[in-house]
Antibody, heavy 120, light 109 residues
Framework: QVQLQESGPGLVKPSQTLSLTCTVS??????????WSWIRQHPGKGLEWIGY???????YYNPSLKSRVTISVDTSKNQFSLKLSSVTAADTAVYYC????????????WGQGTLVTVSS | SSELTQDPAVSVALGQTVRITCQGD??????ASWYQQKPGQAPVLVIY???NRPSGIPDRFSGSSSGNTASLTITGAQAEDEADYYC????????????FGGGTKLTVL
């Protein structure tokens, strides 16, 4: 059973960089066949896909966030990470990591999510 | 187009059948996936592809698609099915984006 777990600071100051890590267990990121996504949910709102990465390092980002997002992978630790720069209060959200199938398209395993609040 | 539209709220009597729909141009090219989210919990995949259920998802959940509309049907809704439901698909505009619908709050009466 694949499990994902987000970790990182729960509070980030405006204009700083949000950094989160997702640790994968029960399966290897390097095995291929899947992408690894970050998805967020603003309080009381719907879901927003941020971007994903393949074990090779190929990345794809939501065009609306692309200028501020970096997703990276560390296959030796079976982890992938999110960096979101120049954050504002509008980036306050629960951030989820997920395993993603491309064909057919689906996010089949999710982490429990972590709330990140942007505030001074 | 990069939008998926869902009805904000739907209700169903216990044991009855309910259909939750999702509309968008990308659904002409890609199947939708559907997620159930209960308060304070992460979303759970319930339907993906043409009509595939992950292990552990009851067979009362099914999916279908026609034109620009995808549907999630719950046949014999149970009290535990009360939740928010989101559809999701790849964007067909060529930018490799993924889009979610705004979500449907299902109430089981």
């Amino acid at each position: 059973q694949v499990q994902l777990q987000e970790s990182g600071p729960g509070l980030v100051k405006p204009s700083q960089t949000l950094s989160l890590t997702c640790t994968v267990s029960g399966g290897s990121i390097s095995s291929g066949g899947y992408y690894w996504s970050w998805i967020r949910q603003h309080p009381g709102k719907g879901l927003e896909w941020i971007g994903y990465i393949y074990y090779s390092g190929s990345t794809y980002y939501n065009p609306s966030l692309k200028s501020r997002v970096t997703i990276s992978v560390d296959t030796s630790k079976n982890q992938f990470s999110l960096k979101l720069s120049s954050v504002t209060a509008a980036d306050t959200a629960v951030y989820y990591c997920a395993r993603t199938l491309v064909v057919p398209a689906a996010h089949d395993y999710w982490g429990q999510g972590t709330l990140v609040t942007v505030s001074s | 187009s990069s939008e998926l539209t869902q009805d904000p709220a739907v209700s169903v009597a216990l044991g009855q059948t309910v259909r939750i729909t999702c509309q968008g141009d990308s659904l002409r090219s890609y199947y939708a996936s559907w997620y159930q989210q209960k308060p304070g919990q992460a979303p759970v995949l319930v339907i993906y592809g043409k009509n595939n259920r992950p292990s552990g998802i009851p067979d009362r959940f099914s999916g279908s698609s026609s034109g620009n509309t995808a549907s999630l049907t719950i046949t014999g809704a149970q009290a535990e099915d009360e939740a928010d439901y989101y559809c999701n698909s790849r964007d067909s505009s060529g930018n490799r984006n993924w889009v979610f619908g705004g979500g449907t709050k299902l109430t089981v009466l």
